[in-house]
């Protein structure tokens, strides 16, 4: 069956390190990869995206790593701050599927000053 | 630019009833996407409307239709609402041919008692 996981638990990170959230997925051939951000009772945000033949793009603190071998895309916020904390959420656009995108239920990050 | 609007924001109805959902996406933007978000299922894809013509749909029942407008306005409607609907409605606009990053409105916020 098709899935996307992302790390179900909180990420509590110390400010200043690397918070690192992960999104793998199965049966699914997406064309891109993107990252939204997530503040309670608000609209999601887009982040990044990264396409399927794109190994790595940056953001100012963001990073974003896409392998379609391991079929997981790693999202880095650098240098992180109180401020960063949110759920982030990956989404699949699959080619062909016009605006239709398929999340995973996100991961929630707390950085602690 | 103003940012996509959502109304209403808050919106009770009990169960049977039919609600109506309008969203308005940025200027500019042809492409309206809905999604229902529940902290079960997380962000799920409902529909999405592009020139006044549905070009994608999620697996969601009948009782949930949409639609959209010459000036690419859109409403959704839910009829004969269930216990289930309740959960916070998100419209997501964005330029064609833009690698399909979606631009959220604040959501409306559905309780069903």
């Known amino acids: 069956s098709q899935k996307i996981e992302q790390n179900s638990e909180a990420l509590n990170i110390q400010e200043g390190k690397t918070a690192t959230l992960t999104c793998n997925y199965t049966?699914?051939?997406?064309?891109?990869l993107q990252w939204y951000r997530q503040d309670p009772g608000r609209g999601p945000v887009f982040l990044l995206l990264?396409?399927?033949?794109?190994k790595e793009k940056r953001k100012e603190r963001l990073k974003v790593t896409f392998d379609t071998t391991l079929k997981q895309s790693l999202f880095h916020i650098t240098a992180s701050q109180p401020a960063d904390s949110a759920t982030y959420l990956c989404?699949?656009?699959?080619?062909?599927?016009?605006?239709?995108?398929?999340f995973g239920a996100g991961t929630r990050l707390a950085v602690h000053p | 630019k103003a940012g996509v609007t959502q109304t209403p924001r808050y919106l009770i109805k009990t169960r049977g009833q039919q609600v109506t959902l309008s969203c308005s996406p940025i200027?500019?933007?042809?492409?309206v996407s809905w999604y229902q978000q529940t902290p079960g299922q997380g962000l799920q894809f409902l529909f999405e409307?592009?020139?006044?013509?549905?070009?994608n749909k999620g697996n969601f029942p009948g009782r949930f239709s949409g639609r959209q407008f010459s000036n690419s306005r859109s409403e959704m409607n839910v009829s004969t609402l269930e216990l289930g609907d309740s959960a916070l409605y998100l419209c997501?606009?964005?330029?064609?041919?833009?690698?399909?990053?979606?631009?959220f409105g604040p959501g409306t916020r559905l309780l069903v008692l």
């Open positions: 990264i396409r399927e033949n794109e």
């Open positions: 997501a606009s964005s330029l064609p041919g833009v690698q399909e990053t979606q631009y």
């Open positions: 200027s500019g933007h042809r492409s």
């Open positions: 409307y592009f020139s006044e013509t549905q070009r």
């Open positions: 989404a699949l656009v699959i080619s062909g599927g016009y605006n239709k995108l398929i």
């Open positions: 049966n699914y051939s997406p064309a891109y």
